[in-house]
């Protein structure tokens, strides 16, 4: 998930039930309009991380050198003690490639925090990693001071578009998990995203399905994996990669999760304000995409509903549109897999 409002505003608003199924990992994402973008963060996650929650924090994104200016330490370090000084539980992610300075203030956090670590590994198309070979994971364990019980496998694969390309990726991934299979590590999970880049070319003023190619992936990636399932995890109703930041207002819309594609509603600017979600949210709980459990489904869903009825007195924003489907995503999914075993 991407560390901003929206994502924990969702994540602080889930039921008990869809918290003890998740392990959220935050990615910080870079905005230098903010006067201090980690504080904000910790902020953020102080006022919405559920109480005994372990938050892992990914600050890959970040550049090192502009986070030390007039500081101490770098991204891992001053995440780690504020969140400390916040009394939220930090899981730190680390990659085959961070420099050394880097990984020593994981060891650090980890010090701190006692919760392990997370080794990110990615098998994307547009990224030249490897699958790191046997002798680069034992220096990776010695390096952040860590047995493989006490870290977290997240294998990377990417943004996901098409049948041939997760044809594509399915194998890469089955092919890294075979190789770091030798390592008893805490948890594996495979990740990816088939959200696009953006709304651009959507047809305003109705709903447009995308398929949810990164479920179908993780099912794939199953069959073809001989081992113990990985978890699943996805990037939500985002994009995978981090973007730049966006301008302007963005169009009323609503990414919406169904059980094999997102039904994403976009609608032009007619009424003042933003006014007109409150019609996209009118056509949404009257249409057939709408959840038989209804506004029950999530925190997000009551406020759907509320907007279709006119209860509330304004219609949101970008942050709270993207709350809310992030808050829908979570409960659809965990509940897809409960009952299925498939996301």
Known sequence: MKGKAGEFLALGNATQEVQAQIRPVMEIVPDFELRDLLETFCDHAMERVPN????????????????????????VARVSESLALRGIAMCPVFRCDDPGDA??????????????????????????DLTPDREQVRDLLRAVQLDPEEIDLLVDA?????????????????????GLSRWPWRHVCVAAGAFPVNLTGFERGTATPVVRQDALLWQEVVEKWRGPEPDFGDFGVTYPRILPKSRGTPDPNMRYTTAAEWQVFVYPRIRPGNDDFFTLSHDLVNSPYWPVTG??????????????????????????????????????????LTTTGSP
């Open 52 to 75: 005994n929650m372990v938050l892992t924090v990914d600050c890959g994104a970040v550049p090192f050198v502009r986070v030390l200016e007039g500081d101490s330490g770098g991204p």
């Open 295 to 336: 506004a029950a489904t999530s925190w997000g869903d009551a406020r759907l509903q509320a907007c279709a009825q006119r209860k509330r007195q304004k219609a949101g924003g970008g942050t709270e549109w993207r709350a809310w489907a992030t808050s829908h995503h979570l409960a659809v999914v965990t509940a897809h």
């Open 103 to 128: 990984l020593t203030e994981v060891v650090g956090a980890v010090t701190v925090h006692g919760k392990g670590a997370c080794l990110r590994i990615s098998t994307a198309v547009d990224l030249s």
């Open 158 to 178: 990417g943004p996901v578009h098409s049948d041939r390309m997760r044809g594509a990726l399915a194998e890469r991934t089955a092919e890294a998990l075979h």
